[in-house]
Each structure stands twice: as C-alpha cells, then as structure tokens.
C-alpha cells in the first residue's frame, strides 16, 4: 500500500513537500509518479520519476515550481511543491508504475494507485 501524506492548507506563494510511503511491497524497480484530482476534474499526472531516478517528467502546470525525488532505500517518494498557487489544490496521490523497470509511462492508466490521497489547498 501507498500512503501519501504532507498536504494542507497553505497561501499562494508558500510551499508544501509531500511524501508517500509504500508498506508491503518494494518501490524499485518502477517509475513512481504524483498525480492529481480535484473536485469536477479528471485525475491528472503531475510529476513522475523513473525507476532508476535519473530521468523525470513534469507536467506543464507545475513544471519548474516542484521536484519530484526518490529514496529507494527508505522505500519512499516525495514531491516538494514551490510557489504554489490556488489552481494546485487537489487531492495528491502517489502511484506506482504498473510495469517494472519501465520508464516514459505519463498516463494515469498506467499506474496503480492506493490509499486515499493528501489534500492540499491553497487560498489567494
């Protein structure tokens, strides 16, 4: 299971890091990704890290404001969310790749998901 946690309410500008924590099962090697859905929206891809941790993607919202890392040796992920802004609220979840050592997967149908998300809010 993954659990993601680290979200809250915050003011445009601030920052956030989130975490995800996975039990039961090892993270490596798959591409691990943060996605988002926020309330009448479609779940959408945020950031993802390959399973090697050499290559990331940004979605284009988000793109030079957070950083998606790895710790594969505590079995974790993180996504630390600079500048934030009201359009970023959103429950954030963590997901994992559905195929092992595969990089370049983006679509949320692509990864498996558990656990019920960290919210984050961001007021003007």
């Known amino acids: 299971q993954l659990q993601a946690f680290g979200g809250g309410l915050v003011q445009a500008g601030d920052s956030l890091r989130l975490s995800c924590a996975a039990s039961?099962?090892?993270?490596?090697?798959?591409?691990m990704g943060w996605f988002r859905q926020a309330p009448g929206k479609e779940r959408e891809i945020v950031a993802i890290?390959?399973?090697?941790?050499?290559?990331?993607y940004y979605a284009d919202s988000v793109k030079s404001r957070f950083t998606i890392s790895r710790d594969d040796a505590k079995n974790m992920v993180f996504l630390q969310m600079n500048s934030l802004k009201p359009e970023d609220t959103a429950v954030y979840y963590c997901?994992?790749?559905?195929?092992?050592?595969?990089?370049?997967?983006?679509?949320?149908?692509?990864?498996?998901?558990w656990g019920q998300g960290t919210q984050v809010t961001v007021s003007s």
């Open positions: 997901a994992i790749d559905r195929q092992p050592c595969r990089t370049g997967a983006t679509r949320p149908y692509e990864y498996d998901y």
């Open positions: 039961g099962r090892a993270l490596s090697p798959y591409s």
């Open positions: 890290i390959s399973w090697t941790g050499d290559s990331t």
